[in-house]
């Protein structure tokens, strides 16, 4: 399974961007997918997950109410909405799929994407 993902960019504080992560390799259907991000120097760390069938939705607390994770399992794609961004949520997102057990640990995920950067200015 390869997962691609793409969307970053540079934007100005309270701006949108949208992220996709797209999956070759075989079908994501049947597992959760989740979007992670590292900061400089700083560890990574969970933004959001989704359940296979899409009627869960997790948010770390930092973006809840500000970000919205989906999927269109049709086209083995994941999405990351991101609104109301801050100059904190500067990061390199990663999106992975397939988690063994815990959906918040990075760890547990089998498959990752290489990552893109997201840069928020003041």
């Known amino acids: 399974v390869q997962l691609q993902a793409s969307g970053g960019g540079l934007v100005q504080a309270g701006g949108s961007l949208r992220l996709s992560c797209a999956a070759s390799?075989?079908?994501?259907?049947?597992?959760?997918v989740g979007w992670f991000r590292q900061a400089p120097g700083k560890e990574r760390v969970f933004v959001a997950v989704?359940?296979?069938?899409?009627?869960?939705?997790i948010y770390a607390d930092s973006v809840k109410g500000r970000f919205t994770i989906s999927r269109d399992n049709a086209k083995n794609t994941m999405y990351l909405q991101m609104n109301s961004l801050k100059p904190e949520d500067t990061a390199i997102y990663y999106c992975?799929?397939?988690?063994?057990?815990?959906?918040?640990?990075?760890?547990?995920?089998?498959?990752w994407g290489q990552g893109t950067l997201v840069t928020v200015s003041s």
């Open positions: 989704r359940n296979w069938n899409a009627d869960i939705a």
């Open positions: 992975a799929s397939d988690p063994r057990s815990s959906w918040y640990l990075a760890d547990e995920y089998d498959y």
């Open positions: 390799g075989r079908t994501f259907s049947q597992y959760a």
